[in-house]
């Protein structure tokens, strides 16, 4: 009786899902790639292949065999920790196998129930669960809303615990840049600290792509900094980044890290690698740049709202999930690859196709793109 019931719960969901055009699937990326976030080009590099291939023959194991504080822990994994730290301007960092687990192992070690956390309102899922688990009390502020933030920090004293602001710098989903500057002008005027994830700037602004953080110099003023490896980085994992004590508690207390087989240990190899490579690529940072304006201007001048972007992300809102759907669909058969994110991911009338630039892309293929949806939007496929 009990394997009937969820056999029917779960075609049940399944078909609700199906009936709202929710339902996933898994599909591979076929042509003009406009859906990764492999910014910097580094997934495909042959520079960093040769030396992750050189990471596994030096290596003593191609398995991670335990969590890093039983059997997988291995002197590259310092090395790159410490390397990394150096590049974020933090004392120390600790490596976590996904950007996912960095964000909850963070929240559910540092906080408890006693502090408070105020959240913006377009902060990753990651985000959101990692202050779940750690049962503070979550106080979310309106997207970038100074204003709306100062009230709450006002009105939300907390004389038994801490707070604490979290953001994103660069936001997944509008492109976005958080007011930094301002934030941590607000923390230190009302007794918060403050947490950014990074992982849409890590490497692809900031002084040697060392992220928005930096870029504003405001690196030492952070209480903890997330960078991820799985983006412009074209690696895998994510660091938490900031003084020797957090690094200490993270590598006790935080659950995400402390029972999860580690990676293999060439995998410090390629993130190293990786590392290092990214460092030297201003010119493909300036390139992305001067393409994702380009995306922008093309879009806009066609009337379509991009929203805030400042960033190689460039959302095409189209306002419905239908229009979102049909949009990607009719684009991918004219050679792009896209992607529509509809509500509930995205709130209801902002549904779109999440434009994700990288500097592989030419030019020429933007302005075919943007040439693409005009055609469509002449045939009353691209608006909502």
């Known amino acids: 009786m009990t394997g009937s019931y969820f056999a029917r719960r779960i ?4 078909a609700e899902l199906e009936n709202n055009a929710h339902l996933r699937k898994l599909t591979s990326v076929q042509g003009i790639n406009l859906c990764s976030n492999d910014y910097l080009g580094l997934a495909s590099d ?11 023959q030096t290596c003593d194991r191609m398995g991670g065999t335990g969590s890093r504080l039983l059997s997988g822990h291995a002197p590259a994994w310092n090395a790159l920790e410490e390397e990394f730290a150096a590049f974020a301007g933090a004392e120390a960092s600790l490596f976590f196998n996904s950007g996912f687990a960095a964000n909850t192992g963070l929240f559910q070690a540092l906080l408890g129930s006693d ?13 959101i669960d990692g202050i779940r688990l750690s049962r503070a009390r979550k106080i979310i502020y309106p997207h970038r809303d100074l204003n709306a933030l100062e009230d709450l ?8 615990g801490g707070r604490v602001i979290v953001t994103e710098s660069i936001f997944s989903m ?5 007011p930094l500057v301002e934030i941590f002008q607000l ?17 692809t602004c900031g002084p040697g792509g060392r992220g928005l953080v930096a870029q504003h110099g405001l690196e030492a003023q952070c209480l903890a900094i997330v960078h991820t490896c799985g983006k412009a980085l074209g690696s895998m994992g994510a660091f938490v980044c900031g003084s020797r004590t957090l690094v200490q508690l993270l590598l006790n207390c935080a ?3 402390i029972f999860s087989t580690a990676l293999p240990p060439y995998v410090a190899g390629q993130v190293r690698a990786a590392l290092r490579l990214a460092g030297l690529m201003d010119a493909e940072r300036a390139r992305l740049a001067s393409l994702s304006a380009r995306l922008r201007e093309r879009l806009q001048a066609q009337e379509y709202d991009c929203g805030a972007s400042r960033s190689q992300i460039v ?11 049909a949009l990607a669909s009719a684009l991918e058969e004219a050679g792009f690859a896209v992607k529509a994110i509809r509500s509930p991911s995205v709130p209801p009338g902002t549904e779109r196709l999440r434009l994700s630039v990288t500097a592989l892309l030419s030019m020429r293929e933007i302005d075919q793109f943007a040439d693409a949806v005009a055609s469509l939007s002449a045939l009353g496929m691209a608006h909502g």
């Not at 075609?11 to 399944?14: C, E, K, P, T």
């Not at 502090?115 to 985000?127: G, K, M, P, Q, W």
């Not at 920090?153 to 038994?160: M, W």
Request: aromatic share 4%.
């Open 46 to 56: 042959p520079r960093l292949k040769a030396a992750t291939l050189e990471a596994m």
């Open 315 to 325: 959302p095409l809102i189209v306002g419905s999930n239908e229009a979102a759907l």
């Open 115 to 127: 502090d408070l956390v105020f959240s913006d309102a377009l902060n990753h899922a990651s985000i």
């Open 11 to 14: 075609s049940i969901r399944l």
């Open 255 to 257: 659950r995400s890290f």
């Open 187 to 203: 923390a230190e005027q009302y007794g918060a600290q403050v947490i950014v994830d990074e992982a849409h700037a890590t490497c």
């Open 174 to 178: 509008d492109g976005d840049h958080a």
């Open 153 to 160: 920090l006002r009105l939300h004293s907390n004389p038994q």
